[in-house]
């Protein structure tokens, strides 16, 4: 399930439905202007959701779709040209646990890691996953990280893993 979680933050009003968990949040920023302070009205309202098969831990949006880096369940495409209605048009299983995501161009980079010993995750990798044809991802290759990868960021040439315990890893594409 794709969520919006949002922290304690002063001003902050949090308010509940019944039935299936949501969340409406009103936020008051002040400006100042000179001695003049003007409150303004922030609301967040749910629209649409899917249902992920896993545990979402992780998404990026490009174009019409939102790429789900979805544990287990590897990488989700979703289908979100009508925010209200949602729905899942293809994926792509990653052996390890798919904890971040970051799209560039035709690929999806996911960091991904494994909790062998159940002692928090270790052995990292990124993926590199072809998403030219958003129904039908396929992985393209792979790098084994000395960590724990738990997020990707792409700029130019060089993909930023955070590594957990081994830091930021620094990777050039080519």
């Given at each position: 399930m794709i969520m919006l979680v949002l922290g304690g933050c002063a001003g902050m009003e949090v308010?509940?439905?019944?039935?299936?968990k949501k969340e409406n949040v009103g936020m008051e920023v002040r400006k100042e202007e000179g001695e003049k302070k003007e409150k303004e009205k922030i609301e967040i309202v749910e629209v649409g959701y899917w249902d992920t098969?896993?545990?979402?831990?992780?998404?990026f949006v490009s174009g019409n779709y939102a790429y789900v880096a979805n544990g287990s369940a590897g990488l989700r495409v979703i289908d979100i040209s009508d925010p209200s209605s949602p729905f899942e048009v293809g994926y792509c299983n990653t052996p390890r646990c798919a904890l971040g995501v970051f799209v560039s161009g035709n690929y999806a980079y996911v960091a991904a890691s494994v909790d062998w010993n159940n002692n928090g995750y270790d052995e990292g990798r990124l993926y590199i996953i072809?998403?030219?044809?958003?129904?039908?991802?396929?992985?393209?290759?792979?790098?084994?990280?000395?960590?724990?990868?738990?997020?990707?960021?792409?700029?130019?040439?060089?993909a930023y893993v955070a590594d957990g315990y081994s830091g930021l890893v620094i990777l050039r594409i080519k």
């Open positions: 308010k509940r439905e019944e039935g299936r098969p896993g545990d979402a831990k992780g998404v072809d998403v030219s044809n958003p129904s039908s991802p396929s992985e393209i290759g792979y790098y084994d990280t000395p960590g724990a990868a738990m997020g990707v960021y792409v700029f130019g040439n060089y």
